[in-house]
């Protein structure tokens, strides 16, 4: 996905995604001992063009103190990707809110998703819209049985 627009990294946050580039993915992909990542760096190179990156975004603790740190992802880092996680949690929904997966209960759903948690979510994705974004609404977990 690519939004049109070009970034250039600041030396201090290029040499840090470089050493994230470098040790990083190997904790978090690595399968066993047969797993390995290699990347290629050319120190020589500078200001490399790079199309935008994503973030991992949990809405559950969004407050209006946080929007310079967003405005930062968005103007320093070159944000163009949010997935927004507007739970956090694993049990959403562990059981089902009346008996008959294929019947909503709105009341219900109106209810669960009026809750603190995900109000600082909207507030975060309504946010995230007045900058442009449009984030990717997600939740954490696995689906439950009853589905």
């Not at 927004?84 to 209810?111: C, F, I, K, S, T």
């Amino acid at each position: 996905m690519s939004s049109g627009r070009s970034h250039r990294i600041p030396k201090l946050l290029g040499a840090y995604l470089a050493g994230f580039l470098c040790i990083g993915p190997q904790r978090a992909l690595a399968q066993g001992e047969s797993a390995k990542i290699q990347v290629s760096i050319n120190p020589q190179e500078r200001f490399q063009i790079i199309d935008g990156f994503g973030v991992n975004f949990n809405g559950t603790y969004f407050r209006e103190a946080q929007k310079p740190m967003i405005d930062m992802l968005i103007e320093d880092l070159g944000a163009t990707i949010f997935r927004l996680d507007p739970y956090g949690l694993l049990n959403w929904e562990a059981a089902n809110d009346n008996n008959d997966p294929n019947v909503m209960n709105w009341e219900y759903y109106n209810d669960r998703y009026s809750i603190p948690n995900f109000e600082a979510s909207w507030a975060a994705a309504r946010y995230l819209n007045s900058r442009g974004i449009r984030p990717f609404l997600t939740l954490s977990g696995t689906a439950p049985d009853w589905m």
